[in-house]
């Protein structure tokens, strides 16, 4: 239903009932399952302390766990990259506590070959990741952010060593828990600054169909997952994925990409369903859920941020529409991705946007 076909008093109507029905939700959640470190009747307990959240975040936080934890077997989880781990330096108690709250309990946590390599910023991944632990959150090292695991095996055995490097180097509470992947064989379009120029194959709007150079890359990719996974001596991987690679699968055009040849590595894919309306969302994943053959091995990733790398704009993010808009979203998708016995929970990409919304007045 478009709003600029209605009259104004049936436009207020409208919203009006958009608005009571995200705040019984609220309540309901509040109700029903009281969040983890806050009372039902909104005292503040030590972590709420801790996180340092306003009344109106304690409530908000409420409907956003009560969802995420529809069923206890449910993973909620968050990519995490330097510009949050930076504003929380001096405080990351405050952060994981925040984690917490919001009913989390897996944090993706960027983790490239150059932060490896700095001294300053793998003693500051021991800090948080143990913190993450303290509050019962399992921490995955994210990597693959770049292109060059496409350049050589050298390159993906040498980066899977650097966090069983990391891991052996410090105490067993701040080591890794498992790696999560972020392979986007559709960004290495011929030309782009970030591709490494050696590469066999590109991604163009030619390149599909059996043998062309795009299905070659969804192949790469998969070694790539399955290399990584053999040098991690027992870590488990999982791997960020394109919402459409299942269909063009379907469609006999990336005939390498169906959801099981990636569940074969991989212990379970979160879809980067990047859309500003719940309906869309679910579309854009339900060909993996309907097609996983594996229970809990396929989150649905919704964006909350914007102006991230490759952004394709604010249709693609729930964060400009505010925090109802992201509490009808997650669920909407829950109960309808839930549905299927694949489905893993909902992820968000990534903390800092969620954060302001979860923040904004």
């Known amino acids: 239903m478009r709003f600029d076909n209605l009259s104004s008093m049936e436009n207020n109507a409208v919203l009006l009932k958009k608005h009571n029905l995200v705040k019984s939700m609220i309540m309901a959640a ?83 070959d150059k932060h490896a390599a700095d001294k300053k910023y793998s003693g500051r991944a021991a800090v948080f990741t143990a913190l993450f632990h303290k509050y019962g959150l399992k921490v995955h090292a994210l990597k693959y952010d770049g292109a060059e695991a496409f350049a050589s095996d050298s390159y993906v055995k040498k980066s899977a060593g650097t966090v069983l490097d990391y ?90 990409a169906s959801i099981n040849n990636f569940l074969g590595p991989c ?4 879809l980067m369903a990047y859309a500003n309306k719940p309906e869309k969302i679910f579309r854009m994943s339900e060909s993996q859920l309907k097609n996983s053959p594996r229970p809990g091995s396929v989150a649905v990733c919704l964006k909350t941020s914007v102006g991230t790398l490759n952004d394709d704009g ?13 509490i009808e979203a997650a669920d909407y998708v829950t109960k309808e991705a839930g549905k299927y016995p694949a489905f893993r929970g909902i992820d968000f990409f990534e903390y800092a946007g969620l954060e302001k919304m979860w923040e904004n007045k």
């Not at 249709?315 to 529409?321: A, D, I, N, Y």
């Open 30 to 112: 509040m109700l029903a399952a009281p969040l983890s470190g806050i009372s039902a009747d909104g005292v503040e307990s030590t972590d709420a302390v801790t996180a340092q959240v306003t009344p109106q975040m304690q409530e908000r936080a409420a409907s956003l766990s009560r969802i995420l934890n529809f069923k206890a077997e449910y993973r909620r989880g968050v990519f995490m990259y330097d510009r949050t781990l930076s504003v929380y330096e001096k405080n990351p108690e405050k952060l994981a506590a925040r984690c917490k709250i919001l009913g989390l309990t897996d944090i993706y946590y960027s983790f490239s």
């Open 267 to 270: 212990a379970f894919v979160t």
């Open 314 to 326: 604010i249709e693609s993010s729930l964060q400009p529409q505010g925090w109802d808009k992201l």
């Open 167 to 256: 891991n052996q180097s410090v105490k067993p509470e701040s080591r890794f828990d498992a790696v999560i992947a972020d392979l986007e064989p559709h960004i290495l379009k011929k030309g782009r600054s970030f591709v490494p120029v050696n590469l066999e194959h590109y991604w163009n709007n030619d390149g599909y169909g059996p043998g062309k150079s795009n299905d070659r890359l969804v192949k790469q990719a998969l070694s790539i997952l399955a290399l990584t996974k053999q040098e991690l001596n027992g870590l488990e991987i999982a791997e960020a994925l394109g919402f459409f690679f299942e269909s063009r699968y379907l469609k006999g055009e990336l005939p390498s």
